[in-house]
Every structure is written in structure tokens, then in C-alpha cells.
């Protein structure tokens, strides 16, 4: 199993900033893609940005430009870093990744249990 903790949530003013981290740990094999999703009241869970093992990245348009995904492929960890916060990306923010638990094995999905971001006018 792969378990994903997640860290760095929380209150911010609009044009702040704030960075989110997740780690990977567990029986892992390889991992391919990591990303960050997010859930706003009402709404469904939606992709952030994503970056894969060779660092190729994509983002969606509304974070183009603020938001920055890198990774550190030796400690298994994903980041979000976060600038220019409006209150529009208030949300629960979970971490995703796609993983091998056994080498040749199948690719499972694991989520984060999510961290609370909320950004006030």
C-alpha cells in the first residue's frame, strides 16, 4: 500500500501565498504521475496541476502563471507552491499520485487525505 501525507494547508489573505507538500510512502515500486486535485463546497474534484517523472508539468488555466508543481524524486515528494492566492481557490486541496506497488505491476491510484485552503478577500 502507498500512503500520501499531505501538509502545508490553511488561512491566507488574497494575494498571499502558500506552499503544499505530500510524501509518499509505503511499499512503492515506482512513481509516474503526481499531482494535486481540489474540491470547493459544491463542486467536484478537479485537477490543479500534475507533473510527471521527468518533470514535464500541466496546469489548469485559472493557476497558469501562480501556481508552481515540482518534485523530489528521492524523497517521493510532491509540492505546490502557491502565489498570487485569490478567494476563488478556496478549496480542500488532495494529492494524487499513480504508482506501482511491485515492479511490472499495475499502476494504482492513491489520494491524500486533503488539506484545507482558504483564501479571504
Known amino acids: 500500500q502507498v500512503q500520501l501525507v499531505e501538509s502545508g494547508g490553511g488561512l491566507v489573505q488574497a494575494g498571499g501565498s502558500l506552499r503544499l507538500s505530500c510524501a509518499a510512502s509505503?511499499?512503492?515500486?515506482?512513481?509516474?504521475?503526481m499531482g494535486w486535485y481540489r474540491q470547493a463546497p459544491g463542486k467536484q474534484r478537479a485537477l490543479v496541476a500534475s507533473i510527471t517523472t521527468g518533470d514535464s508539468t500541466n496546469y489548469v488555466d485559472s493557476v497558469k502563471g501562480r501556481f508552481t508543481i515540482s518534485r523530489d524524486n528521492a524523497k517521493n515528494t510532491v509540492y505546490l507552491q502557491m502565489n498570487s492566492l485569490k478567494p476563488e481557490d478556496t478549496a480542500v486541496y488532495y494529492c494524487n499520485t499513480k504508482a506501482q506497488i511491485r515492479t511490472g505491476g499495475p499502476t494504482y491510484n492513491y489520494w491524500g487525505q486533503g488539506t484545507q485552503v482558504t483564501v479571504s478577500s
Open positions: 509505503g511499499s512503492i515500486a515506482s512513481i509516474n504521475v
